[in-house]
Nanobody
Framework: QVQLVESGGGLVQPGGSLRLSCSIS????????MGWYRQAPGKQRELVAM???????TYVDSVKGRFTISRDNAKNTMDLQMNDLQFGDTAVYYC??????????WGQGTQVTVSS
């Protein structure tokens, strides 16, 4: 079993920055990839950024150049640095990990709101 806890969400103005953190505990030796998803009301959940065990990184086009995903294997944490936040970034952000055994785990979500 894997437990994920997100933190760092909040309210920011357009152009501001936030850093989301995901703390990973439990069975962590067999993680294949991890990433951040987001979901706004009435919208489908979408992949924002992903990093695998080879440090291959993928971003959704809308956040390229603004968001940076990183991981610290020793500390079992994963971060998402979000810069130049825009109204369209408002959503609940979820930490996700996938194991080599194709099991998927989710955090509880953290709210990011971009507003003037």
């Amino acid at each position: 079993q894997v437990q994920l806890v997100e933190s760092g969400g909040g309210l920011v103005q357009p152009g501001g920055s936030l850093r989301l953190s995901c703390s990973i505990s439990g069975t962590t030796y067999n993680l294949y990839r991890m990433g951040w998803y987001r979901q706004a009301p009435g919208k489908q959940r979408e992949l924002v950024a992903m990093i695998d065990n080879y440090d291959k990184i993928t971003y959704v086009d809308s956040v390229k150049g603004r968001f940076t995903i990183s991981r610290d294997n020793a500390k079992n944490t994963m971060d998402l640095q979000m810069n130049d936040l825009q109204f369209g970034d408002t959503a609940v952000y979820y930490c996700n990990v996938d194991t080599f055994g194709r099991l998927r785990f989710w955090g509880q979500g953290t709210q990011v709101t971009v507003s003037s």
